[in-house]
């Protein structure tokens, strides 16, 4: 499958890995239709029941899904854990993320991308350390996908502009704020 193929490829080249290609690639295989078994499976988290919901949407392939909530539910973690399932079951993906102010982008939904990262570490070190978190961007190495950081207010599209790919995923994280509040 072309998702997991340049994975497949680079992995065979290194020894320690070479034993555990071809059951790795399977796993991938099947995650990538199912982001819900990632989450629970790679992660070992179990979503909320809502979180559950938005998992089964991104699975049946609905293309703009907005959330709106109370504050600390989850949203953040879920986009975190989106931009993980992304990056490693595509190959070439490209992920903006975006929010309003840098604190958002890189304490909070970066910050969960490394929280969860480290729990993809504890199942599955060897893919784990095929993620490289750096400020600004998130690099998924053998799969050639990246995740981009940009701040982006309200009605300012600018920042998503410009990316071609195959395999697109836009997160937007706080797009929209009441203005009362
Ligand atoms: N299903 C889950 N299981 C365990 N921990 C979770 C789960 N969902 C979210 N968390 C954790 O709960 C905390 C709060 O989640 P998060 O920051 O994603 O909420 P939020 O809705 O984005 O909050 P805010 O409204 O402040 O933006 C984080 O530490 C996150 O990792
Ligand atoms: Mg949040």
């Known amino acids: 499958m072309r998702a997991c193929a340049s994975f497949v490829l680079d992995a065979a080249q290194r020894p ?6 071809d059951e790795i690639a399977r796993t991938l295989i099947a995650w990538g239709d199912d982001p819900g078994a990632f989450v629970r499976q790679a992660l070992g988290v179990t979503p909320e029941p809502w979180q559950a919901e ?14 709106r909530s109370g504050h600390g539910v989850g949203k953040t973690a879920l986009e975190a854990w989106l931009v993980l399932w992304f990056g490693m079951t595509r190959e070439g993906a ?4 975006t929010a309003p102010t840098a604190h958002q982008l890189n304490d909070l939904l970066w910050g969960e991308i490394a929280k ?6 504890d199942r599955l070190p060897e893919l784990a350390g095929e993620i490289s978190i750096k400020t600004d961007r998130v690099e998924f190495l053998p799969w050639r996908s990246t995740a981009f950081a940009r ?3 309200l009605g300012q599209s600018e920042a998503l502009q410009g990316f071609h790919a195959e395999n697109l995923l836009f997160v937007i994280d706080d797009a929209i704020r009441n203005p009362r509040s």
């Open 16 to 21: 320690q890995v070479r034993g555990e290609v």
């Open 54 to 67: 938005i998992l089964a949407l991104v699975a049946r392939g609905e293309k703009r899904i907005a959330i």
């Open 94 to 97: 490209k992920i903006p993320a």
């Open 116 to 121: 969860w990262r480290g729990a993809l570490a």
């Open 151 to 153: 701040t982006s207010r």
